[in-house]
T-cell receptor, first 117, second 113 residues
């Protein structure tokens, strides 16, 4: 099935460093979401973006919805050990009633983040 | 805890056996989604329900897969005649309505020997 292109695949950083990851798609989404998944658990929503060009922050996390609606990035500032995990971008296409595939999420392959103390 | 729950958390079965998973969504959430996640990949959409109606099924959902949500509350996902390729994490998510946040459960990890 279709997945978004997410990069990098993995990152090894020192505690305190900033992190940046991005996600691109060949098709347009009108909602972009970033999730974090810990081992053996389901994804947890970090940030949701609803408008092209939108820049949204959640604590040390900042995400942007690309103006082409085909990309998004996530920044984590001043990383800490508990930031370790897998980060997924997801696109959602919100169509009008009668449209197909509305509501479902299309995910990237994930970025594995390791933070060394 | 009032989050999405899934049962069992782990299932090991032999090829050819049937398995059934259960998902209990957050109370009063109308939408319920099933996703499948294989190792090293993001979740992939399988199917979703609006109350008790199954409204969309992915091409990933072969004839061996069936999902139900009989009373618009909990849902079950059954896989018949399991194959090794069915080994994956099966995730359930629920949302209050169409465009609301999808909250994921912890998943059921299936291993087919």
């Amino acid at each position: 099935g279709q997945q978004l292109n997410q990069s990098p695949q993995s990152m090894f950083i020192q505690e305190g460093e900033d992190v940046s990851m991005n996600c691109t798609s060949s098709s347009i989404f009108n909602t972009w979401l970033w999730y974090k998944q810990d081992p053996g658990e389901g994804p947890v929503l970090l940030i949701a973006l609803y408008k092209a060009g939108e820049l949204t922050s959640n604590g040390r996390l900042t995400a942007q919805f690309g103006i082409t609606r085909k990309d998004s990035f996530l920044n984590i500032s001043a990383s800490i050990p508990s930031d370790v995990g897998i980060y997924f971008c997801a696109g959602q296409l919100r169509t009008r009633a009668g449209g197909t595939s509305y509501g479902k999420l299309t995910f990237g392959q994930g970025t594995i983040l390791t933070v060394h103390p | 805890d009032t989050g999405v729950s899934q049962d069992p958390r782990h299932k090991i079965t032999k090829r050819g056996q049937n398995v059934t998973f259960r998902c209990d969504p957050i109370s009063e959430h109308n939408r319920l989604y099933w996703y499948r996640q294989t190792l090293g990949q993001g979740p992939e959409f399988l199917t979703y329900f609006q109350n008790e109606a199954q409204l969309e099924k992915s091409r990933l959902l072969s004839d061996r897969f069936s999902a139900e949500r009989p009373k618009g509350s909990f849902s079950t996902l059954e896989i018949q005649r399991t194959e090794q390729g069915d080994s994956a994490m099966y995730l359930c998510a629920s949302s209050l309505d169409r465009w609301d946040t999808q909250y994921f459960g912890p998943g059921t990890r299936l291993t087919v020997l």
